[in-house]
């Protein structure tokens, strides 16, 4: 509202962290609820079986232990599958049952007085599983005669579609291209790993249930208890903790967590439970883990012809929260921001006796990077070529935006070649002494989709939910603001953005604005929440749109005490006044407490000063991303250091560079953690190992980002999405450094995390191994 913008673009304090770094934040497991009893779950110890005995009565007659649940006890209790495929049969899933298809599945949940109780009492549970063969890896559940972990389906396939261009016309371009690369890829499976794991506390009084939970999205959860447990949604009340890290991890409700809600519902008093870091590796759902066969068309002359890719992912148990949504957006996701004539993809989704796979920040983007960046780098290796050259030549330009890609994206605005050119600019490497390794730079482009919220384009896709945001602005009687929104914090800085809009658009202080987050029973529904890059896109834009509105009651209360035209007045220094004539002036103050007091308005104008405003967008917005990483490389052993790491990095208008470039550098180190180390590792049993090895502080290199500005041209307040960015293009970065550094392996650079037995082993493989 205000004519004087001051705090948008500026680097102002996260508001968030002075009770964060203070031990002030609550957390999930700090919620402590009089006379709340705890919980622990018991897990299956096989990967595929069935429950044929399920003893508890050791268990209830231990000492403290109060309730146990068995499949038995939540039979009907269930969880959707928001996003569905093509064919899918399984449209939802129960809480526990007495089939077993991966390890560490629920099988029953130990209520206690205390947290010791409940876990010796959980000793005590008598299991007998007859053990079923485990099916481990995609390929292995589509082979002939490999054993169904769904047997009424009549086999482990999920869906089978085609996106894109159709493949006969894509085989056409393949045929008369002067050249074609072809790579078969893979990016490993990846657990979120927040710093703090799950956690929830749960009460049940008067006939309601209040959640308190770590979440992305407590209006979701909500929404999922109240139909799992069979209560009205009035009933049902979430509320967001503090939350340390979510990385699409947190964006539903998990089995476990609606055990511990039945059982507060059961018991009538508080239950609790918190996820441990041994269990997070199970009960967590992973990311990632598909397999691509995909290949590049180019003529002689290193323009792009075609690209095309089979993508077979892995589901897991059965289809999750998000289902097969993650291979989908790599399908979409494979032109990038090049040209294509013909550009398609088919996708195929199995099931295998693992922990269902689900959200990870990224959402599909990193594995199409992956492939595509690799293709991209081949094709110049092929050639002769400069890498970066060739993405130039191919990289579309200002002037052809908006583009509509051969997947059906809408790219709205960006100017891809000068982040490139910038990036390029950027990169110097750190000078080190001759110590027998081998060095390479690798660089990698993408367009990263954000905003996500169409809600018709989100049913015409499958996805059970709306898309919209909506937030509520209210200027209270002394001027100060409350600003109330159904996007969740979760470490991403939301509550500091949303203020500074809001405070721009008021034109009031920054400290004299308050933000309301994560209570279903305060703020407005949010279909999906905090996922997606799209919490300040969507509820940014939603605010926006509530201070023009607030702002033209504002001005039009103004213009009738100050009896002017709303067209001489400006919004200035916590006033509203005519222009040239600084002594006729209202403050802020005085229009707000005579707006709430109903005095002197213009007729007709309803008392108060508050504006809710929803934001269903168009369509996405996109943003855009150059990475570059410098590697060094040991041929003796294959340990791969990343020496140095550059981004520039397109997100429209920047409400806060301090936050956009925080957000960018933790998610090039997850990123890189997914290059080098991270993966969740399955025996052929269907036992998970026992490590995980996320990028530590040390590990990770300089991080330089540097921030492009192109407005959104479909965002009110012109912002895209940052929250994915860094993710998705590191992958790509170190792959093709490696590639650079070892070209006699590079072709065998296909998978990640680069370990350096990975490696290793690519330089040690025959030619054409």
């Not at 790993?193 to 959640?211: H, K, N």
Request: include cysteine.
């Amino acid at each position: 509202m205000s004519d004087d913008h001051r705090y948008v673009g500026a680097r102002v304090p996260r508001r968030e962290d002075a009770r964060l770094v203070t031990g002030r934040a609550r957390f999930a497991a700090d919620v402590r609820l009089p006379g709340a009893a705890h919980a622990v779950v018991v897990r299956s110890p096989v990967a595929h079986g069935r429950l044929v005995r399920c003893d508890v009565k050791a268990a209830l007659a231990a000492d403290g232990v109060l309730d146990v649940l068995t499949p038995a006890d939540a039979a009907g209790v269930r969880l959707p599958c928001v996003a569905l495929a093509p064919g899918q049969r399984m449209t939802d899933y129960p809480v526990l049952e007495e089939t077993v298809r991966y390890a560490g599945q629920p099988v029953a949940l130990v209520v206690a007085r205390s947290e010791a109780a409940a876990r010796d009492a959980a000793e005590l549970v008598d299991l007998d599983v007859e053990e079923l063969p485990a099916v481990v890896g995609a390929q292995l559940a589509l082979a002939e005669g490999a054993p169904l972990l769904h047997p009424e389906w009549g086999s482990n396939l999920v869906t089978d579609f085609a996106l894109g261009d159709p493949a006969d016309e894509c085989e056409a371009v393949f045929a008369a291209a002067g050249h074609v690369v072809e790579l078969t890829t893979r990016l490993g499976r990846a657990a979120p790993y927040p710093m703090e794991p799950r956690g929830i506390a749960a009460s049940f009084e008067d006939g309601a249930l209040t959640v308190w939970t770590s979440t992305q999205a407590p209006h979701h959860v909500r929404d999922h208890l109240a139909a799992a447990l069979g209560l009205g949604l009035g009933r049902v009340r979430v509320l967001a903790c503090d939350t340390g890290g979510g990385f699409g991890g947190k964006e539903h409700v998990y089995p476990d967590e609606t055990l511990v809600c039945l059982a507060a519902v059961r018991l009538g008093r508080p239950v609790r439970w918190a996820e441990s870091r041994t269990e997070h590796l199970t009960a967590t759902l992973p990311a990632r883990d598909a397999v691509h066969r995909a290949r590049l068309a180019f003529d002689d002359d290193g323009r792009f012809r075609a690209l095309h890719c089979d993508i077979l992912g892995d589901l897991g148990a059965h289809p999750s929260n998000v289902g097969i949504s993650p291979i989908a957006v790599t399908a979409l996701s494979l032109p990038g921001p090049y040209r294509f004539d013909r550009a398609g993809a088919r996708i195929r989704a199995a099931v295998t006796t693992t922990t269902p796979t689900g959200s990870y920040r990224g959402f599909g983007q990193p594995e199409a990077t992956w492939t595509r960046e690799r293709l991209v780098d081949e094709a110049a290796r092929r050639l002769g070529a400069d890498p970066v050259e060739l993405r130039l030549l191919n990289l579309l330009g200002p002037g052809e935006l908006p583009h509509t890609s051969r997947t059906w994206q809408s790219y709205d605005s960006g100017d891809y070649p000068a982040a490139l050119r910038a990036l390029r600019d950027m990169v110097r490497p750190p000078a080190r002494p001759a110590d027998g390794r081998r060095r390479g730079i690798g660089f990698s482009c993408h367009v990263e989709s954000t905003g996500m919220g169409p809600s018709e384009a989100m049913r015409q896709a499958g996805i059970q939910s709306g898309g919209y945001e909506t937030a509520v602005l209210r200027m209270e009687q002394d001027a100060s603001v409350v600003v109330a929104c159904g996007v969740a914090a979760i470490g991403q800085g939301i509550e500091t953005a949303l203020a500074q809009l809001a405070a721009d658009h008021t034109g009031v202080p920054l400290e004299r604005v308050r933000v309301l987050l994560g209570d279903t029973a305060a703020t407005p529904y949010s279909p999906v929440g905090a996922i997606a890059s799209r919490s300040l896109v969507l509820g940014g834009a939603a605010l926006v749109r509530a201070a023009a509105r607030l702002r033209e009651k504002v001005v039009a209360i103004a213009a009738h005490q100050l009896e002017a035209d709303p067209g001489d007045l400006e919004v200035s220094g916590g006033a509203v006044r005519v222009i040239g004539d600084p002594s006729a002036r209202r403050t802020l103050a005085e229009i707000a407490l005579s707006a709430w007091r109903a005095w002197d308005l213009p007729a007709g104008m309803a008392p108060g000063l508050e504006e809710r405003a929803t934001y269903d967008p168009a369509a996405y917005t996109f943003a855009f991303g150059a990475h570059a990483a410098a590697v060094a490389v040991d041929p003796e052993t294959g340990a791969v250091e990343v020496e140095g790491y550059w981004a520039v990095n397109d997100c429209g208008v920047v409400v806060n560079p301090a936050i956009v470039e925080g957000q960018i550098r933790g998610g090039v180190v997850q990123g890189l953690g997914m290059a080098l180390t991270e993966e969740v590792v399955y025996g052929s049993d269907g036992q998970p190992a026992a490590g995980y090895l996320p990028l530590y502080a040390p590990d990770a290199p300089p991080v330089e980002v540097a921030l492009m500005r192109t407005p959104s041209a479909v965002t009110p307040g012109g912002m895209k999405g940052a929250g994915e960015a860094g993710i998705i293009g590191p992958p790509a970065a170190v792959g093709n450094a490696v590639a650079a550094a070892l070209p006699e392996a590079a072709g065998r650079i296909t998978a990640v995390p680069l370990t350096p037995a990975a490696v290793w082993s690519a330089l040690a493989a025959p030619e054409g191994g």
